[in-house]
């Protein structure tokens, strides 16, 4: 009997960690285009990035890696909603910049 943990497991626990980190450190940005809108963020990197997280999916999927798979689709996820943030927020800030203008102009 082994002692201890196998390559593959280290393999594993290092490929979730690494996966959970980078997909979670893009949550305070999505945060932040909920709070202050996206007009920082174009539309071309988000479509880069979730083109990118698309690809590495692919990867993950013909190698039969659990970690890569479920955190590209995690990251894919937040891309979405990032994206749809971003076209929300700058279209509330138009309907509110108009019904601003009409009250002002009485």
Same mark, same amino acid.
């Given at each position: 009997?082994?002692?201890?943990?196998?390559?593959?497991?280290?393999?594993?626990?290092?490929?979730? +960690?690494?996966? @959970?980190?980078?997909?979670?450190? @893009?949550?305070?940005?999505?945060?932040?285009?909920?709070?202050?809108?996206?007009?920082? +963020?174009?539309?071309?990197? +988000?479509? &880069?990035? &979730?083109?990118? !997280?698309? +690809?590495? %999916?692919?990867?993950?999927? %013909? %190698?039969?890696?659990?970690? !890569?798979?479920?955190?590209?689709?995690?990251?894919?996820? %937040?891309?979405?909603?990032?994206?749809? &943030?971003?076209?929300?927020?700058?279209?509330?800030?138009?309907?509110?910049?108009?019904? &601003?203008?009409?009250?002002?102009?009485?």
């Amino acid at each position: 009997m082994e002692k201890g943990m196998t390559t593959d497991t280290w393999v594993t626990i290092a490929g979730s +960690l690494g996966g @959970f980190c980078t997909t979670f450190a @893009f949550v305070p940005q999505v945060l932040k285009i909920w709070k202050q809108g996206g007009r920082d +963020l174009s539309y071309g990197m +988000l479509a &880069l990035y &979730l083109f990118g !997280v698309i +690809l590495w %999916l692919v990867y993950g999927i %013909l %190698l039969h890696a659990q970690a !890569v798979i479920v955190t590209n689709v995690a990251t894919a996820i %937040l891309i979405a909603i990032a994206t749809t &943030l971003k076209a929300w927020t700058a279209r509330r800030d138009v309907v509110k910049n108009t019904i &601003l203008s009409a009250v002002e102009r009485g």
